[in-house]
């Protein structure tokens, strides 16, 4: 099974950029890799994926490298209520039968 | 647009009863999946569902158990409840297998006493 390791826990100042990286060293070909955030108390929610190249979208973007073994989520500017867990995943694109692993995530700080 | 329903929000069982717990996904969406999270840690991974047959299990006994209707709602059933059992039930659809983005409910609080 595919897994992910990310840091256990980031600290940012509000208003700042903020990188949270995430290593997938046994990622296949047909992975995508796919970011997400819990708040407390609140079921996860989906930020950004992608597979190859790199993505952006309102919440977020997503730096993909060239060999797919890492990848890094930025916020371009961190604010209080983007304090969450941030967990990265992979989820095969070709499958007919998946199994979804998320590890412990990376507890996101912001520092007012 | 209504996003995924889970019922009950939060519950109270006894050790050896059983529990079912529901999810309702976005409309259009034909996958389901299950998810255990206790505090602290991620999600786990428990069943997935596709158009009605499962396409996935996490590593969890056979007291877990899932099926999902015509409609694409879903129903998780644990029979014989531990204590270890609580913990937040979450549902998460998407409208196919793999790539796509999932959509996660709020969750049940499964509470074993």
């Known amino acids: 099974d595919a897994k992910t390791t990310q840091p256990n826990s980031m600290e940012s100042n509000e208003e700042e950029p903020v990188h949270l990286p995430c290593n997938h060293s046994?990622?296949?070909?047909?992975?995508?890799i796919h970011w997400y955030r819990q708040l407390p108390s609140q079921g996860p929610e989906y930020v950004i994926h992608g597979l190859t190249s790199n993505v952006n979208n309102r919440m977020a973007s997503l730096a993909i490298a060239e060999d797919r073994k890492s990848s890094t989520l930025i916020l371009h500017r961190a604010t209080l209520r983007d304090a969450a867990v941030y967990y990265c995943i992979l989820r095969d694109g070709q499958t007919s039968y998946d199994k979804v692993i998320f590890g412990p995530g990376t507890s996101l700080s912001v520092i007012p | 647009d209504a996003g995924v329903t889970q019922s009950p929000t939060h519950l109270i069982k006894t050790r050896g009863q059983q529990v079912t717990l529901r999810c309702s996904p976005i409309?259009?969406?034909?996958?389901v999946s299950w998810y255990q999270q206790v505090l602290g840690q991620g999600p786990q991974f428990i069943f997935q569902?596709?158009?009605?047959?499962?396409?996935g299990r996490g590593n969890f006994p056979d007291r877990f158990s899932a099926r999902q209707f015509p409609n694409y709602s879903s129903e998780l059933n644990v029979n014989a409840l531990l204590l270890g059992d609580s913990a937040l039930y979450l549902c998460a659809s998407s409208w196919r297998l793999g790539g796509t983005e999932a959509f996660f409910g709020q969750g049940t609080r499964l509470t074993v006493v």
């Open positions: 046994t990622i296949s070909g047909t992975d995508y």
């Open positions: 569902y596709y158009e009605k047959e499962e396409r």
């Open positions: 409309s259009g969406h034909k996958s």
